[in-house]
């Protein structure tokens, strides 16, 4: 018998469910009318399906939050 399986072989099953949420949350962020805060982690390296769909639809806050931290506190 045995006693470990390789994790390789639930990671198409894990991919397959993060795209099936992306759809799923790009849906609900559809049909909200006004702006929408999405936040998470999405275990999704960048270039990833999740990245590409989300990023047609939102934007990235580290893009446009300010870089000095003295800006922060104003």
Known sequence: E?????????????AAVRMEQTDNLLRVIKKTEGPVIVGG????????YADRNLSRRLRNAFEYAPTDPMRRLL
């Not at 045995?2 to 894990?14: C, Q, S, T």
């Open 41 to 48: 982690d999405f275990n999704s390296p960048p270039g990833s």
């Open 2 to 14: 045995r006693l470990w399986k390789h994790p390789r072989r639930y990671m198409v099953n894990a």
